[in-house]
């Protein structure tokens, strides 16, 4: 299927977003920052509405027929999410959001096996959440903390991975695709290599999830994090996936109700996988929601989507590429990235590009991103940022375009 085909064939579902039926300046909104948070289609909204309107109960407790139904709800949105990414649902676990499932891993595994004068390994791209807490751990640990180079065509330097993978790292740390530079990076290359290194591998795959074809068992991660509110569901869900072996041999992280089998008075036991790494009351509706948005998703195929959105970022760049003073940061060729273009615009700064651009409503982030580490890689302190999701049509790339004209214009560049 070609681009144009796909974006033919996704045209109509712009109209299951009720958000994206708002106009902004008599005209309508333009959403170009999915990879903050994407929208939420309207199946997502109404599977939400009938947990709390129809089956609202506490889950997995409760021997009445409505707790039986929401936790039936609950358990299978976990199946559904672990069958379409190739995992399973004993190692599917939801948490707050990706950052929670990152700090899960570095405070269980990292705080039982990283010790004095061990090497973590990060990249220049990570984002903040899977940074700081691999800080935090070296730091307590007095372990020792490197970052994989980025070259400057906005990939990872696979020489600098493998003469630090020659020190013997615990673990490597490394996002599947960079939230700034839009790099999809070469997990599972990545990861044959740590393995063969004696390291573990955590994939941040925030991005990747809504974005392109993932499958757990060919990126072959140690532990894979993601987060829902990216992916066309609810906010306040995350989900880790984990190598079972390891989970079962990892302390609990957060303890308390839900996530024991037996209280003594000075010490406890716990329960199974997954529910040992989901104490208290679990994110229920929340779960639910992101199971309708996986079966959203499934519905109109991450193939397409991938199609589409690569669709859209190749006529961005090219579209990109004749704006005088305008530097896109990041690989080339849309093949090459996920979907979403940053980049800089002579002196200005992204805060006066993303609020003139906002006055006319296309939605576009500006700033760090959450990644310092990067930008300051890159020379800069901010970007400004446009993600698309399977909603954006052609036309909103010309809104785009339109808008940097008129950006210009203002600010005189
Ligand atoms: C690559 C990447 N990792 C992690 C996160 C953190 O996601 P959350 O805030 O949902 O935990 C983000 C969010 O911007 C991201 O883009």
């Known amino acids: 299927m070609t681009a144009t085909e796909a974006t033919a064939l996704l045209a109509e579902l712009a109209a299951e977003f009720p958000v994206l039926q708002r106009e902004v300046a008599g005209r309508p909104l333009v959403y170009l920052d999915s990879s903050a948070t994407s929208q939420t289609p309207q199946p997502v909204i109404d599977a939400l ?15 009445y027929p409505l707790a039986v139904e929401a936790t039936d709800l609950f358990e299978g949105a976990r199946r559904r999410i672990a069958e379409w990414l190739g995992s399973t649902p004993e190692e599917t676990i939801f948490a707050a959001n990706a950052t929670a499932a990152i700090n899960l891993v570095a405070y269980s595994w990292g705080r039982t096996n990283v010790r004095r004068g061990d090497l973590v390994v990060l990249t220049e791209m990570e984002h903040h959440s899977n940074i700081v807490p691999w800080q935090l751990l070296c730091q307590e640990r007095e372990a020792e903390l490197a970052y994989v180079r ?63 074809p993932v499958d757990l068992r ?8 993601w987060t829902g509110h990216k992916a066309y569901g609810p906010t306040g869900i995350g989900v880790l996936h984990g190598r079972r072996e390891l989970l079962e041999e990892m302390p609990p ?21 997954p529910w040992k ?19 959203w998703i499934r519905a109109v195929g991450i193939e397409r989507i991938r199609t589409h959105e690569e669709g859209l970022v190749a006529e961005t760049l090219s579209r990109l590429a004749a704006i005088p003073g305008l530097s896109v940061q990041g690989p080339a060729r849309a093949q090459d990235r996920g979907s979403l273009v940053s980049f800089t615009l002579g002196g200005a700064h992204p805060h006066d590009i993303g609020e003139i651009l906002g006055r006319e409503g296309v939605c576009v982030r500006a700033g760090h991103h959450c990644a310092q580490p990067l930008m300051r890689r ?11 999701a399977v909603h954006n049509s052609l036309a909103d790339v010309d809104r785009l375009i339109e ?11």
């Open 49 to 63: 509405t009938r947990y709390y309107t129809e089956s609202r109960a506490s889950i997995h407790r409760g021997v």
């Open 150 to 212: 980025v070259t400057d065509e906005g990939m990872l330097d696979l020489e600098a991975l493998d003469s630090l993978l020659e020190r013997g790292p615990r673990l490597v740390a490394v996002a599947h695709i960079s939230n700034v530079l839009g790099t999809v990076n070469p997990v599972a290359e990545i990861a044959r290599r740590a393995h063969a290194a004696g390291a573990l591998v955590l994939v941040d795959g925030t991005q990747a999830v809504p974005q392109i």
């Open 218 to 225: 060919e990126v072959d991660a140690d532990f894979y994090a």
């Open 253 to 273: 992280f957060i303890s308390g109700g839900h996530m024991i089998r037996t209280v003594g008075d000075d010490e406890s036991t716990w329960t199974d996988l």
């Open 277 to 295: 790494f989901e104490a208290g009351t679990s994110q229920i509706a929340e779960a639910i929601g992101l199971g309708a948005a996986v079966d």
């Open 378 to 388: 890159i020379g800069t302190n901010a970007t400004t940022r446009a993600s698309f």
């Open 403 to 413: 808008g940097l004209e008129d950006v210009r214009r203002v600010l005189q560049l």
